[in-house]
């Protein structure tokens, strides 16, 4: 089967020595022996021992308050009124109220939550169209048919931005305020930027070029997602650079969750405020809620939460749980197979034949 | 006239293309064409008979479902890619196959000889110059020219068998696998009914859906089809055949299966069986030319009580003891220069003109059946019947007494340079009772000598008194020869009275032409004048072993392979080459001989040999187990080492169906088993039998056209190369040119194919698996709706790029233990016989461990980044943040486990496993960069995921505790069953630690008083022909004549990837094989040629 070598001579056909050929390659033959796994167990129970304890008290040094807002207070009126889809277009608000006993040091985050919303529906994820987001003019007025049925609507206008994900965008606002002991209310402010991935603001949104058109002109001919109140390019009335598919808000959602439970970042606390360089002191603060994304449909609730971080992030107690159960796993299988090995495989005596 | 059918086979689909051709008139070509395809044939030839290939099509139906949009969960490209690429490897392999094709394959179908036989010379194909005889099938050959008719005739294609056991469990798998696919994606279709039912009917403000949740779950089944198929990859057959190939380079390559002799390096002719190698039960194996070397080798005499020969070790192969100097023969000009001898004081001998030596030598060159060839002067060529006769006139050749010619009454040799003729009176032949043959003669002085040779007890039954002496001294030199393993034969001679010679002359004259009783009244004659004989001496010839035979014999016995000898030699030889061999052995409780000549008899005869190695037996009945309609015998141990030897007619009782279960049972229950006197097509049906009723991979071994039926019959079939014949090479599946290398083909080759090819497929599906199982556990996060966890272009390249490479690097470099420890150790083959390591249990346990990790690599990352942010608050829960961290997870898990299966790291696997984890994350930040974003946004939608979220320490850390908790228990369990019940793997490993010990080169010496076999062989004597004076010139009539059927030609099957599929004793062959009259003639041939 080989090539046949252009020798010649007795020995014309005789393969080659080389290592390959004669399988003899020089290798490392490892074996699970009890000077190799043993002290290996050991060191790695230890090992995770350590970091398990000192990821739980990373954790522990974070604060979180969380707020199920769904049916909260006079937010149940809003949420009544939800019910009905007819009423869409009519606006609610409500305020919940609630209390920081320890202030939240450092970098406050708020964010929106939602439960049994499945972002991750085959369908639903389909359901958007990134070369349009990505300002392709071409596209903005002939979007995917993976957009349907949200890509045009019933007239034939095409959808901007197109799609079941855009869609469905959480469109509660929240404005935060904080009540001092002498009864003054201070606004806690929020900055609305910087709360996606710098890829995803740069480089996957962009809006269409605008070629000295105001943003509006631009997105002349198509319309908002059917559900929305507002056009895409005044999503956001305050800061006219965070409007069109660059809106954060926007970016933020499309950012499909994999759960269906899940939270999303609404907002960084201003720290630049004299109130609040320190975080957020304690005393009581309410939140005054713009209630309009309704959560009945898909029998879910909704909720706030203000959180701190550290660089490990926020406050999930899963990982330093697991890493000291596996910590005890191994710790005890390190000390079955001590005694296995003791008993009976030491000195080899199980290995004579 | 010929009437042929050129066909070929494409490897195992199927299909094959069926072409008339050849020497009718109104045909205008006879060419054969050999090549499937042309330049611009081959694309869609090819394609379509690759569609049709089950698994191909069925990934064409895969490809086809995902251009349904309702249907498709995964990008059309996830399946092309593969599929692309495995059509081309394929195409690419077909082509060069169709390139080198050389052979022609006909189907005889019909032929005006009589028994519808034609005569082939195939010396291009194989370099046998010989004719040899082909039979069309009865039932086109009874179609006779009549084209009408066999245009008309419809051959039943044969159903392709795979009979590997590997294979068939692989394929028995394959539709598990598949029958659990379907049974996976109807829970997740159940599962979707119930969510459109409760949650999703809810949801259908934010998603419309005009369809039924029924429907919806309908769909969703195909969806999963689609999502799930990687349980059977289809690059699993690309591996596959990958590996075979590569093991069977280093077949090929291995420089201790060269033979340097011949210059023969060992061949693997098939790549698909390799792993099988690692699984025999049985090896069948011809003896002569296989076991032997045929070459008869005049090693020692015995002359008038003294004893001549050199002292060297029997089997040669080593190197010899003592260094002599051969004898010089240049005194005589007719010498065979070939011929060895070290005894110089024979030579000495001979040249004082000691009488009884003369007298000795004389006999050699008088008593025979010989003919001589002299196609130039002094070039003397011998034509004998058995090579033992060969020898002894080649001796008595080169101490000058040469045999030169031979007319019907004379005999012509050269006495120390004197030519001299003698009258030839008689030949008083051989036969299986005589056991002797002598000649009568008158000298030129005329003298009238009998001159007598044969087995040692019969010529000392007709000794004269005053011999009794030397009788004694020869008894023990002949016991000496005998325990050496040579055989032997005596001579003895008397000088005749004239008178009385001429009277019985009459007498035999009368009864060679009396028409009753004639064969018992010149048996009566001959008894008469054969006695009052002098005895001369005694020969040694030694029928040479192949070099390494008896320790690869023994070698093979501890890996508990069972070695049956097949051989067309008679009993008593192959009984001695058993011993000769170590196949037979002194410590043997018993060897029973099955020589019953009514099925009675032999019926009988094994009755008593099982009651004996099992006195406590159970009725046959009980013995079969029936499994999947299949009628198997149970493995059972006999209460010692017996052997067994059976003959040729026993056999043919013995292979009948009545008795059959009998006869395999007894055989099994042996250790060793020796068939004699059987003809090829026995030693097919023996191969059958054994195929037949024993859950077992067989192996045949032989080197002549004879064993091509037994080759062909067996799993696996293996020709000794090198020789000038090459019909057993051409069917076989691999070549060697000596019998030893067979150990290092089984114990090492073989072991090793069949460890890698089993690690291969146990690490391959619990890579799959374990990819497609996460992706049933998502379902129940994901509604049902068959969203993927992974990104679609970690999908196509999972299998393709990032796991393929360190997987292929294990099954071509791993050895769990090397070579010489392999040798060391031949138990290590026993697992593999048990077919241990790739088994059901075994299949089932990589499916649980599977559902393990794919567990694991789901929950943790799960619970890990549920409700997680990144350290700066950003977003890091998103499904693509998920899709990629368990993606990572995964491919971290699987290359530490496939670390762990991996016992023999080398430089090329640990490039393997590092590089594919580079090129993952290579692959993965160029797929998710801003470029190819910006290319084509909807291909690459996950740009930036890698850099955001690789970067987080919490999503390092999950990749770390998934890895562990994925092998923690492996680890846990293989140390604990290491240490409670270690396998003769592990302990052969632990001791490893230890240098391996020198190669042992053990000989085996036998002390036997078993006095050896003479040297005569086969059949009646030939004498008859050599005094009636018809012999001369007639073309030599192969030795395959006596089996028509033999070459692939007849049988019309060319199986490419044949697990042993084919089996020549099957239907047609088996109805009727009419035997070519072989004529006593052509059993004639030049003694170098190697002997049936």
């Known amino acids: ?353 | 006239m010929l009437i042929c059918f050129s066909y070929d086979f494409p490897n195992i689909s199927g299909v094959f293309l069926i072409r008339i051709f050849l020497n009718f008139n109104f045909l205008q070509t006879n060419a054969i064409k050999t090549s499937k395809y042309n330049f611009f044939t081959f694309l869609p030839l090819n394609l379509f008979e690759q569609f049709q290939r089950i698994a191909n099509a069925y990934f064409l139906v895969l490809l086809v479902l995902q251009l349904i949009p309702e249907i498709s969960s995964l990008s059309w490209f996830t399946t092309v890619v593969p599929l692309a690429l495995v059509l081309t490897v394929t195409a690419a392999k077909d082509a060069t196959d169709d390139i080198f094709s050389f052979q022609a394959d006909l189907l005889l179908l019909s032929s005006s000889e009589p028994l519808n036989l034609v005569y082939i010379e195939t010396a291009e194909l194989d370099g046998e110059t010989n004719l040899k005889v082909k039979q069309a099938l009865p039932v086109t050959g009874d179609l006779g020219d009549d084209i009408e008719k066999l245009a008309d005739f419809n051959g039943k294609n044969q159903r392709w068998c795979i009979y590997s056991i590997t294979s068939t469990l692989l394929f028995a798998l394959i539709l598990q696998i598949f029958g659990s696919l379907v049974f996976m994606c109807t829970i997740l279709a159940i599962g979707n009914y119930i969510w459109e039912v409760k949650n999703g009917s809810n949801f259908t403000v934010f998603l419309q859906r005009e369809d039924s949740a029924g429907f919806s779950a309908f769909l969703t089944f195909w969806s999963y089809i689609i999502i799930l198929n990687t349980v059977v990859p289809i690059s699993l057959y690309v591996s596959v055949e990958i590996i075979r190939l590569g093991n069977s380079f280093y077949i090929d390559w291995d420089r201790k299966m060269y033979y340097s002799r011949s210059d023969t390096p060992a061949e693997a002719r098939t790549t698909t069986l390799n792993e099988e190698l690692g699984q025999i039960k049985y090896v069948f194996s011809d003896k002569t030319g296989t076991l032997t070397q045929n070459i008869m080798i005049f090693n020692k005499c015995s002359i008038n009580g003294k004893s001549y020969g050199e002292i060297r070790r029997l089997n040669a192969g080593f190197k010899p003891k003592t260094h002599k100097d051969p004898v010089d023969f240049s005194f005589n000009a007719l010498a065979d220069p070939r011929f060895v001898f070290y005894d110089h004081t024979l030579v000495e001998a001979v040249k004082l003109e000691n009488p009884e030596v003369h007298a000795f030598f004389r006999l050699l060159a008088l008593c025979h059946t010989v003919m001589a060839e002299e196609k130039k002067e002094g070039e003397l060529h011998y034509q004998a019947q058995s090579p033992d006769e060969g020898a002894l006139v080649t001796a008595a050749r080169n101490f000058g007494f040469v045999f030169r010619s031979r007319t019907p009454d004379s005999i012509s040799i050269v006495e120390m340079g004197n030519q001299r003729s003698y009258e030839l009176l008689a030949i008083l032949d051989f036969n299986n009772v005589r056991k002797r043959m002598s000649v009568i003669v008158r000298s030129p002085e005329g003298k009238l000598s009998l001159y007598c040779k044969g087995a040692d007890t019969i010529i000392y039954e007709r000794l004269h008194q005053s011999c009794s002496k030397l009788m004694d001294v020869t008894t023990d030199h002949l016991n000496e020869f005998a325990g050496e393993g040579l055989r032997t034969l005596a001579l003895a001679y008397k000088d005749l009275d004239e008178e009385y010679f001429s009277r019985w002359r009459e007498r035999h004259h009368e009864a060679s032409t009396s028409l009753e009783d004639k064969e018992s009244k010149l048996d009566e004659l001959y008894e008469e004048i054969e006695k009052d004989l002098l005895l001369l001496g005694a020969t040694a010839i030694e029928d040479k072993l192949q070099d390494g035979v008896p320790q690869t014999i023994e070698q093979l016995a501890k890996a508990d392979i069972k070695i049956w000898v097949l051989t067309g030699d008679k009993q008593e030889t192959a009984e001695n080459i058993g011993y000769s061999c170590n196949l037979l052995r002194e410590e043997m409780k018993d060897v029973f001989v099955v020589l019953g000549h009514s099925p009675e008899d032999v019926r009988q005869e094994l009755r008593n040999a099982q009651n004996a190695m099992k006195p406590d037996g159970a009725a046959n009945s009980l013995l079969l187990t029936e499994e999947k309609s299949e009628n198997l015998l149970k493995d059972e141990e006999a209460n010692g080492e017996y052997g067994l030897v059976i003959n040729g007619h026993s056999l043919a009782y013995a292979l009948e169906s009545s008795m059959e279960l009998d006869f395999l049972r007894t055989a099994c229950l042996c250790k060793a088993v020796i068939c004699c006197r059987v003809t090829p097509l026995q030693k097919a049906q023996v191969v059958e039998l054994v195929k037949k009723y024993k859950k077992a991979v067989t192996l045949a071994i032989g080197d002549g056209a004879n064993d091509v039926s037994m080759i062909k019959a067996a799993h696996i079939g293996v020709g000794i190369s090198g020789q000038e014949g090459m019909q057993a090479v051409l069917s076989s599946d691999y070549s060697f040119a000596q019998f030893r290398f067979l150990q290092r083909l089984l114990l090492v080759h073989g072991r090793w194919s069949y460890l890698r090819m089993c690690k291969f497929l146990r690490y391959f599906f619990y890579k799959n698996f374990t990819f497609t199982f996460v992706h049933f556990w998502f379902a129940f996060f994901c509604g049902f709706s068959a969203q993927t966890v992974y990104d679609e272009w970690f999908i196509t390249l999972y299998n393709l790029m990032y796991t393929a490479l360190p997987v292929l690097g294990m099954s071509l470099f791993d050895q769990d233990v090397n070579d010489v420890w392999s040798f060391q150790h031949p138990q290590l083959y026993i697992p593999g016989q048990l077919n241990l390591y790739f088994s059901k249990t075994a299949f089932f346990k990589c499916a649980v461990h599977s559902c393990y990790s794919s567990l694991v690599l789901f929950f943790i990352p799960y619970a890990a980044l549920q409700d997680t942010v990144r350290g700066d608050g950003k977003d890091v829960a998103d499904y693509q943040s998920f899709a990629l961290l368990t993606q990572t997870c995964l491919l971290f898990a699987v290359s530490i486990q496939l670390g762990l299966e991996m016992s023999y790291w080398t430089a090329v696997n640990t490039f393997f496993v590092l590089g594919s984890l580079a090129m993952y994350f290579a692959v993965t930040f160029t797929m998710y960069s801003n470029g190819m974003f910006l290319i084509f946004p909807s291909a690459f939608p996950f740009i930036g995921s890698a850099r955001n979220s690789l970067n987080q320490p919490n999503v390092w850390l999950t990749i770390i505790l998934t890895s562990i908790l994925c092998v923690l228990p492996v680890v846990t369990c293989r140390f604990l069953l290491i240490q409670l019940c270690p396998t003769i793997n592990d302990k052969v490993r632990q001791a490893k630690a230890t240098p391996p010990p020198p190669p042992r080169r053990s000989r085996i010496r036998r002390t036997s008083s078993r006095r050896s076999g003479y040297a005569f062989s086969h059949a009646q004597g030939y004498g008859d022909l050599v005094t009636s004076g018809r012999f001369l010139r007639r073309p030599a009539v192969p030795r395959a004549s006596g089996f028509p059927q033999v070459g692939r030609a007849a049988t019309g099957f060319s199986p490419m990837g044949r697990s042993a599929g084919y089996s020549p004793t099957g239907r047609p062959q088996n109805l009727k094989v009419p035997d070519v009259e072989v004529t006593s003639l052509q059993m004639y041939r030049t003694f170098s040629d190697g002997a049936p």
């Open chain 1, 1 to 353: 089967m080989g090539k046949t070598k252009d020798k010649s001579g007795p020995l014309a056909r005789r393969p080659d020595n080389s290592a390959f050929k004669q399988q003899r390659l020089p290798a490392w033959s490892p074996m699970l022996t009890a000077n190799t796994v043993l002290p290996f167990f050991y060191l790695l129970a230890v090992v995770c021992m350590l970091l398990g304890v000192w990821l739980l008290l990373l954790v522990q040094s974070t604060q979180e308050i969380k707020l199920d807002y769904t049916d909260l207070g006079n937010c149940n009126e809003c949420f009544d009124l939800r019910r009905n889809v007819s009423n869409a277009a009519q606006a609610c608000s409500c305020r919940v109220e609630f209390s920081i006993d320890k202030s939240l040091k450092g970098d406050v985050f708020f964010y929106y939550g939602l439960k049994n919303f499945h972002q991750n529906l085959r369908r639903y994820m389909d359901s958007r169209d990134d070369g349009q987001t990505l300002g392709r003019i071409k596209i903005l007025k002939n979007p995917s048919t993976y957009c349907a049925p949200f890509d045009k609507d019933k007239y034939g206008v095409p959808i901007a931005p197109c799609g079941a994900v855009a869609n469905s965008m959480f469109n509660d606002s929240f404005s935060l305020t904080y009540h001092l002991s002498s009864g003054r209310s201070v606004p806690v402010p929020l900055l609305r930027t910087g709360l996606t991935w710098y890829t995803d603001k740069n480089v996957k949104f962009r809006n269409p070029r605008t070629d000295n058109l105001t943003l509006a002109e631009v997105f002349e001919g198509t319309r908002p997602p059917l559900y929305w109140q507002t056009p895409v390019y005044s999503l956001d009335p305050r800061d006219p650079n965070n409007n069109g598919f660059i809106n954060e808000d926007l970016i933020v959602w499309m950012r499909e969750a994999a759960f269906p439970n899940f939270k999303k970042l609404y907002g960084i606390l201003n720290r630049a405020d004299p109130n609040f360089e320190k975080g957020l002191p304690k005393g009581n603060y309410s939140i005054d809620i713009s209630y309009n994304f309704p959560v009945q449909h898909f029998q879910g609730r909704k909720g706030v939460v203000l959180t701190t971080l550290t660089w490990f992030g926020g406050q999930n107690h899963f990982l330093p749980i697991a890493y000291l159960v596996t910590s005890s796993l191994i710790l005890l299988a390190a000390v079955v197979l001590t005694v296995a090995w003791w008993k009976f495989g030491k000195d080899g005596k199980n290995m004579k034949e």
